[in-house]
T-cell receptor
Framework: QQQVKQSPQSLIVQKGGIPIINCAYE??????FPWYQQFPGKGPALLIA?????SEKKEGRFTISFNKSAKQFSLHIMDSQPGDSATYFC??????????????FGKGTKLSVIP | DTGVSQNPRHKITKRGQNVTFRCDPI?????LYWYRQTLGQGPEFLTY????????KSRLLSDRFSAERPKGSFSTLEIQRTEQGDSAMYLC????????????FGPGTRLTVT
């Protein structure tokens, strides 16, 4: 059972475009939702994260939108650049109370930004 | 460098051999996680430590896998009698446990079992 579903699998945009990556989760106990960026041969790097008490969070060119009732969240990358070409993973975890806070990841979106 | 470090970065081994990987977390982080990532997939949780105590293990962690974190500092992940299906990237992450502490990943160890 895949607890975090991510789409699309791949995405090609022109430089300056706004790629949008979507994720949906099933476990209502999840209350922490980070996004990671991964380049080939490297470990995932934390980009931005949100908790369900806010509907949007912006850090630089990256914005997370969160819809608690729909159990969905998305990543928007403003003014995308060729250097943003990477694989992006959404994740979710139980982020408070007792427990491991283990991350459950989506399958990833390979983004290509064309000059 | 204050990030998470992992060694070796690459390991090629023959089926049936034992391998051991090391992870050095960010120094003040008391939680350490191991994940496994196969090609085209997101990382999957294997196990985690809080200080030196191993508190949870995934069903993915078969009896051939063992992890330790002596003295609550670095951690090792050992795979005994490796199989071709063990070929993957093994990732370590660390965090400072507060409510939902952010996890920071190391560069990973790429294991290839021939």
């Amino acid at each position: 059972q895949q607890q975090v579903k991510q789409s699309p699998q791949s995405l090609i945009v022109q430089k300056g475009g706004i790629p949008i990556i979507n994720c949906a989760y099933e476990n209502t106990a999840f209350d922490y939702f980070p996004w990671y960026q991964q380049f080939p041969g490297k470990g995932p790097a934390l980009l931005i994260a949100i908790r369900p008490d806010v509907s949007e969070k912006k850090e630089g060119r990256f914005t997370i939108s969160f819809n608690k009732s729909a159990k969905q969240f998305s990543l928007h990358i403003m003014d995308s650049q060729p250097g943003d070409s990477a694989t992006y993973f959404c994740a979710a975890s139980k982020g408070s109370g007792a427990g491991s806070y283990q991350l459950t990841f989506g399958k990833g979106t390979k983004l290509s930004v064309i000059p | 460098d204050t990030g998470v470090s992992q060694n070796p970065r690459h390991k090629i081994t023959k089926r049936g051999q034992n391998v051991t990987f090391r992870c050095d977390p960010i120094s003040e982080h008391n939680r350490l996680y191991w994940y496994r990532q196969t090609l085209g997939q997101g990382p999957e949780f294997l196990t985690y430590f809080q200080n030196e105590a191993q508190l949870e293990k995934s069903r993915l962690l078969s009896d051939r896998f063992s992890a330790e974190r002596p003295k609550g500092s670095f951690s090792t992940l050992e795979i005994q009698r490796t199989e071709q299906g063990d070929s993957a990237m093994y990732l370590c992450a660390s965090s400072f446990v507060v409510a939902g502490g952010e996890q920071y990943f190391g560069p990973g160890t790429r294991l290839t079992v021939t």
